[in-house]
């Protein structure tokens, strides 16, 4: 697993293979050691928004027609809810919450052409269904919230993506972790309609839960992630917003796409 990490070569393009978080042998942090995170980065696409947006789905689809990889910043908060949720930890001690970000063995692993087209690791076990339960989705938002707790993570997406050529989705990505991103997009539906597709997403993950508590529980969060005090979702200046309310998932990444091309020029990407 530590291959990659361990050769002297140039870092290989980002493809089905483990990213090292804690484990990489020294190999993402002395990167980052020697130069600012940012600089060092391939081309960023930041795609960020509330959720239920479609945000997931498009971010997802669009790494796969650019070939490029794809880094969820949301299933890294979850992740680190979920350990500190197992060790019964205080959620508002952010100094403990900060430290556990900085020791715990998170690994993410991108795996293109699987959904979701990655696993999430804690320790060497999957959690990647684990941190989607709704006990976490209910917490997550307090731990995110804390100052420490987001600068240890802004810090880890950066040297995930460094060197790389990737599409990383959130809700700051485009304000703070990758400010200087060379495209940006702000994606976004109406409440009524992340609500109900919410709502169908649990209903086929088996779970009866009424659309209006789903609508309720979305409020709340959307409230939480746009008023905490710490980079707070907002739309950065320069990103492009995207309603998605109404379209197909391939209308929105075809105008993604377009918009990219527009930017960066033609790139050779998946199928
Ligand atoms: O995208 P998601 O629903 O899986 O995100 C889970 C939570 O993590 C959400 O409440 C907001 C938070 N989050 C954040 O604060 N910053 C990010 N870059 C990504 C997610």
Known sequence: MLQACMSSAPIPAWSARWAHLDRSGGCYDKGM??????????????IDGPAGAGKSTVARELARRLGMGYLDTGAMYRALTLEAMRRRMDLDDAPALSSLAATMNLDI??????SPPH???????DVTAAVRTREVSAHVSQVSSHAEVRAEMVRKQRALARGRDVVVEGRDVGTVVFPRAPVKFFVTASVAERARRRHEEMAKEGYEVSLEAVRQDMVRRDHMDATREVNPLRRAPDAEVVDTTGMSVSQVVDGLLARVEQKLGKRDGGT
Do not use: T
């Open 109 to 114: 692993a991108y795996v293109p052409g699987e």
């Open 119 to 125: 696993r999430v690791l804690v320790d060497g076990e």
């Open 33 to 46: 050691r020697e130069s600012k995170p940012e600089e060092a980065a391939g081309v960023v696409i930041a």
